[in-house]
């Protein structure tokens, strides 16, 4: 299977416990972002990369949020001291941008619920 | 500031039917890209189309067609004939190159 993975599917933690999550984009793409979802409402961005580069970060919804692409590969998102708004699902995307705007591939996502 | 509208909640047809969903969407952008997404029940979203603000051509791809109208700020997707499968919500976004924006979705119910 050649398309983005992510790890966890599925993550159920409790109140003020810290999580990550993983993202494995397809291979060749230079992109990777990250969004949330909630019941009912499309995707919402959180962030992007470039390779190694985090080229937007103002719209991770709080410092507790923080997301990292060391070698330009996979990426991590943490959520530190987790609380119950922030069950949602988390979705990556990978795209390879080339002329024009890219094309996002999404991942399966990752399902948090925290108790 | 970049919006996209999907006034249509919940959708429910009959297998066969054909089926419209409407996407309206504003931002003062000149350049700009539209998509399609389909979120079945398994959760993944699957691309179904990108178009340009430049072209206004429609597209169809098998059952689905797109109707784009810059006049009316509109992308709209139809399926004909619809089919069970075709179960699913399904989004519309809008992207000025990094800044990806969707609309909160349509779910579509077909019945057999």
């Known amino acids: 299977d050649t398309g983005v993975s992510q790890n966890p599917r599925h993550k159920i933690t409790k109140r003020g416990q810290n999580v990550t999550f993983r993202c494995d984009p397809i291979s060749e793409h230079n992109r990777l972002y990250w969004y949330r979802q909630t019941l009912g409402q499309g995707p919402e961005f959180l962030t992007y990369?470039?390779?190694?580069?985090?080229?937007?970060k103002s719209r991770l919804l709080s410092d507790r949020f923080s997301a990292e692409r060391p070698k330009g590969s996979f990426s991590t998102l943490e959520i530190q001291r987790t609380e119950q708004g922030d069950s949602a699902m988390y979705l990556c995307?990978?795209?390879?941008?080339?002329?024009?705007?890219?094309?996002?591939?999404f991942g399966p996502g990752t399902r948090l619920t925290v108790l | 500031a970049q919006k996209v509208t999907q006034a249509q909640t919940e959708i429910s047809v009959v297998e066969k039917e054909d089926v419209t969903l409407d996407c309206v969407y504003e931002?003062?952008?000149?350049?700009?890209?539209l998509f399609w997404y389909k979120q079945p029940p398994s959760g993944e979203l699957v691309f179904l189309i990108r178009r340009n603000s430049f072209d206004e051509q429609n597209e169809i791809s098998g059952r689905y067609s797109w109707n784009f109208q810059k006049s009316t700020s509109s992308f709209n997707f139809t399926i004909t004939a619809s089919q069970v499968v075709d179960s699913a919500v399904y989004f519309c976004?809008?992207?000025?190159?990094?800044?990806?924006?969707f609309g909160a979705g349509t779910r579509l119910t077909v019945k057999p």
């Open positions: 931002t003062r952008d000149t350049t700009y890209y």
């Open positions: 990369f470039q390779n190694e580069a985090q080229l937007e």
């Open positions: 976004a809008l992207s000025n190159n990094n800044d990806m924006r």
């Open positions: 995307a990978s795209s390879f941008v080339g002329m024009g705007t890219d094309t996002q591939y």
